[in-house]
């Protein structure tokens, strides 16, 4: 089992940014010395989660320069925020600068107001997002003698004449990782030898108290389709050992209930930021065409905490695992900063590195 963390800090306010990209880059560097597998980023626009989310792959660009062991992923690309052309051109860059080390999640986007920004209606996301990825497909696989590709999806539009560039590092484009939820996202993951994200929810209920139960659900899903897809066992093998499986925020301490006391102090301030984005995530709501359907339980309850949360001790985490582990699990991504990212939160979310490298990681890196 591989074990990537996952930055996902918030600020509160605009003076705040400055040292949250300072912190957020030591993190990273402290993540590969301990022998974390990759650093994940998200990608989120015009609120304090993770400002350098506004374009995280110029961030892993920045960070790919330092780090020359960790994949970079990122989880995930709300695909209809990108324009096809310039998604395809900069997941090539980052291939190359990374030498094959690229996971890119892509998915249609949770955000109303980022939509707006981007001039997409939210009840349209889906459909732009997978005709995006059908146009990148098509300009990736473009020779520079081919005919042109002329497309028109949403708000993009554009003739490609020659080809993209740079090209890709290896002889496939870097591996995209849909969401396993719907049987289309699942499918095109198998089909291509792809990794997946595989969720703990079924919505529209972001939350519950069985997250296992629908990671099972999706995982096997996923895993029969690739399964049966024909690729060679390399493949196969690639693609399983990073199937992801996610937890927002990950907490260890030297008991059970230090562990959870301190939780609770993150939660309640990340609570507090997520309440102050939400008149802008409301006034965007307002318009018909970006009002969402899904129900996110607040973070202090035991919904999102079960589905959303791995805390305790070294030993408590580790038996948590072990099911997910067992299942075929690949990939457990850690988010270590969640929340406002003050010098106590860091202080911890250090900590938790520490922690897991040592006690938790060496139990299933030797299984």
Request: charged share 25%; hydrophobic share 40%; glycine share 6%.
């Amino acid at each position: 089992m591989r074990f990537s963390v996952f930055l996902n800090a918030r600020t509160t306010a605009a003076d705040q940014d400055r040292q949250l990209i300072l912190d957020l880059v030591d993190h990273a560097k402290k993540a590969e010395e301990l022998g974390f597998d990759a650093v994940f980023l998200p990608d989120h626009h015009f609120t304090g989660y993770m400002p350098v989310a506004s374009d995280p792959m110029m961030f892993a660009a920045y960070l790919a320069g330092q780090l020359k062991k960790v994949h970079f992923g990122f989880s995930v690309t709300s695909v209809p925020l990108h324009s096809p052309v310039r998604f395809a051109e900069r997941v090539n860059i980052l291939d190359q600068l990374t030498q094959g080390r690229l996971l890119v999640g892509v998915g249609s986007g949770t955000t109303p107001e980022e939509m707006i920004g981007f001039g997409v209606n939210y009840k349209e996301a889906s459909a732009i997002a997978e005709a995006n990825l059908a146009i990148a497909e098509k300009l990736w696989a473009k020779q520079i003698d081919d005919a042109p590709i002329e497309f028109e999806n949403g708000p993009y539009k554009g003739k490609v004449l020659q080809r993209i560039a740079p090209a890709m590092y290896g002889e496939r484009h870097a591996r995209l990782m849909p969401v396993a939820m719907k049987e289309a996202s699942a499918r095109r993951a198998a089909e291509h030898g792809w990794p997946a994200f595989i969720p703990a929810f079924t919505p529209p209920n972001i939350g519950g108290t069985e997250p296992l139960k629908h990671v099972t659900k999706y995982f096997n899903a996923y895993r029969d389709m690739l399964m049966a897809a024909g690729h060679d066992e390399a493949i196969v093998a690639d693609a399983l050992s990073w199937t992801t499986h996610t937890y927002q925020c990950v907490h260890i301490a030297e008991s059970d209930d230090q562990a959870r006391e301190e939780l609770e102090v993150i939660l309640r301030a990340y609570q507090a930021a997520v309440d102050r984005e939400k008149y802008y995530n409301d006034a965007a709501e307002r318009d018909a065409a970006n009002q969402k359907t899904d129900d996110t339980p607040m973070a202090l309850t035991e919904d999102w905490i079960a589905t959303w949360c791995l805390h305790g001790s070294s030993k408590t985490v580790a038996e948590h695992l072990a099911p997910y582990a067992e299942l075929g699990i690949g990939n457990v991504l850690c988010g270590t900063t969640t929340g406002p990212l003050d010098p106590q939160r860091l202080e911890w979310a250090n900590r938790t590195l520490d922690l897991l490298a040592r006690d938790v990681m060496p139990q299933f890196k030797s299984a």
